[in-house]
């Protein structure tokens, strides 16, 4: 019989630890290897169109999100603290990559980036790794989603062919020159589209271990050649792409140095929050655990490398690790391999590159917007407090129609400010359920029982530590029960991460869960959630005297 209460002490633990030096100790099976390595050679296949496509997209030419791949890839996965983590550009980074390339040119991206890695260094060797992952879950979605629909509207113009030389940076002025043009659609190139997104949702369907953006970018380049079709081509755009790496050294001006701290502040946190996000997933999937701050620190080492290299700023990329841990990579060689790959891609492959299609690219991001919009989630969090969707509609409408910068900063303090405001008013909702709930002898129950209380709000701060124990103890007990009688309010964070481990638990146990003490207002979320299809209405009381009465007859029927 186990008793847990919630506990915010942490053991002491060195800050930088890479998870390949501790496996390296404890050495790698020969089983695992192949596994690795063919994990990492689809992964690098994987990373191939979305490298070039994240590049392009972001203002640059496209060997740069190759060379991001290759060696921030190689760096996340040797220094970083998870095990299955891939590394590279990602869709996150578009529009802000886009709107520095496009005030400050290419030597303010390598300082904004080499900035951004020193602030993720610092980050990571301020402890500050554990904080990061509690930002709310509609914050997230927030900017998530409108990052989508941003690139989404950057993809309009190769997609349906317009010949515009230059499309502006505002949502709404692009919209108008995208309607005062419509009437110079290319037709070829949005037949191009629409069989690349048919391809690749088609490859969905079929579950293969190489995705669909590969075959349709290798596919509708080959049927355009052979049939010289009227569309525009990387090589129309950028010309050749060198298969080789230059060491560049910005034009640096110590006046200019404030300029770059806001640009390099947002790359930072978005960095950081999706590395420690897509960490999250994978653990999720591996039954592991990530060292957040060690994550950070290598994040920051490879941000401040790649640059000088011709790269552009990288982070954990979530789809790409979630193919990786699909294909049986388990520990950094998947990574490492994935790197090498792109590698001699790059080198032996590059020159046909060029003859990519950008309306090819324009699908296969079109595809990446829909998978980042989280539509599912944000229609979820439309359904759960005022405090989640103020947050949530402010993030998104402010990272569309003004600036990701801006909606970063605002929905930090935003969710700052309404979490203290709601908290002043719990002082007198707090209710004693001492007399009708209180057990204090739980010396007859059996050794598999386990009982936890969660004493306070259940919200983003500290949704990530109650659901790690809930784990734990699911994964060890035949019956959970779990207290909320002093659980005044629930948000969205916390109900994702609370669906999330009740998913797991599901799946890789046969632990019963109870709740007790549940508040009406507790109850009334979790019924807007998926949660009460897997725990059951019957397994949810308003005593802990009834939740042991249904636990202990559960107990003997099993």
């Known amino acids: 019989m186990h008793i847990f209460l919630l506990n915010t002490n942490h053991k002491m633990e060195k800050i930088f630890r890479p998870k390949f030096f501790s496996l390296l100790k404890t050495g790698f099976t020969k089983k695992q290897l192949t596994s690795d390595l063919f994990a990492g050679v689809v992964v690098g296949i994987v990373a191939l169109p979305l490298a070039i496509a994240f590049a392009v997209a972001s203002g640059v030419s496209p060997e740069k999100g190759l060379i991001t791949a290759v060696i921030a890839g190689f760096l996340i996965a040797l220094l970083g603290g998870s095990r ?40 990571g060797l301020l402890k500050l790794g554990s904080l990061l992952k509690y930002f709310p879950h509609s914050l997230v979605v927030g900017f998530t989603s409108g990052i989508a629909v941003v690139i989404f509207s950057t993809q309009v113009r190769d997609a349906l062919g317009l010949d515009i030389a230059k499309v502006p940076s505002d949502f709404i002025e692009k919209w108008k020159v995208f309607y005062n043009h419509i009437d110079q659609i290319n037709y070829y190139a949005l037949v191009v589209t629409l069989v690349t997104i048919g391809i690749i949702l088609l490859f969905s369907k079929l579950k293969t271990k190489v995705p669909g953006s590969f075959f349709a970018i290798i596919g509708m380049t080959a049927i355009v050649q052979l049939f010289d079709l009227p569309v525009t081509t990387i090589e129309s755009f950028f010309g050749d792409i060198p298969a080789k790496f230059d060491f560049v050294i910005p034009n640096f001006q110590f006046d200019n140095f404030s300029m770059y701290l806001q640009p390099a502040l947002t790359i930072a946190l978005l960095g950081a929050i999706e590395s420690l996000l897509s960490a999250v997933v994978a653990d999720g999937m591996i039954g592991g ?3 957040s701050n060690t994550e950070l620190i290598a994040q920051g080492i490879a941000n401040i490398v790649t640059p000088f290299f011709g790269g552009i700023p990288a982070t954990g990329a979530i789809a790409r690790t ?11 060689v998947a990574g490492i391999i994935h790197s090498v790959t792109l590698l001699l891609i790059m080198l032996f492959f590059g020159q ?13 991001l079109i595809i990446v917007a829909y998978n980042m919009s989280e539509w599912r989630s944000f229609i979820s969090i439309l359904h759960s407090s005022s405090f989640d969707i103020i947050i949530l509609f402010s993030t998104f409408l402010l990272t569309v129609f003004v600036d990701l910068t801006v909606a970063i900063e605002i929905g930090i303090v935003l969710s700052a400010l309404l979490f203290m405001r709601r908290m002043s008013k719990l002082g007198t909702t707090l209710a004693d359920d001492i007399d009708t709930d209180l057990i204090s002898d739980y010396s007859d129950l059996p050794k598999d029982f386990s009982v936890y209380e969660i004493s306070g709000p259940l919200f983003f701060a500290s949704a990530k530590q109650y659901t790690e124990v809930i784990k734990i103890l699911g994964l060890s007990s035949k019956i959970l029960i779990i207290r909320m009688r002093h659980v005044p309010f629930v948000d969205a964070t916390a109900i994702h991460n609370f669906l999330e481990v009740l998913k797991i638990l599901k799946e890789s146990s046969k632990v019963t869960i109870i709740l007790s003490g549940v508040r009406e207002t507790v109850y009334n979320e979790l019924k807007k959630s998926d949660i009460v299809n897997i725990i059951s209405p019957d397994q949810i009381f308003d005593t802990f005297k009834d939740a042991l009465d249904y636990a202990k007859k559960t107990y003997h029927t099993k």
């Open 84 to 123: 299955v983590q891939i590394g590279g550009p990602t869709g996150a980074f578009i529009i802000i990559l886009y709107g520095i390339v496009e005030k400050y040119g290419i030597d303010g991206l390598i300082i904004s980036s080499v900035m951004a890695g020193m602030m993720l260094v610092a980050f």
């Open 289 to 291: 655990n990530h060292r």
């Open 322 to 332: 979630a193919t990786n841990v699909k294909n049986g990579g388990r520990t950094p």
């Open 352 to 364: 046909w590159a060029k003859l990519i299609p950008m309306s090819v690219l324009a699908g296969v």
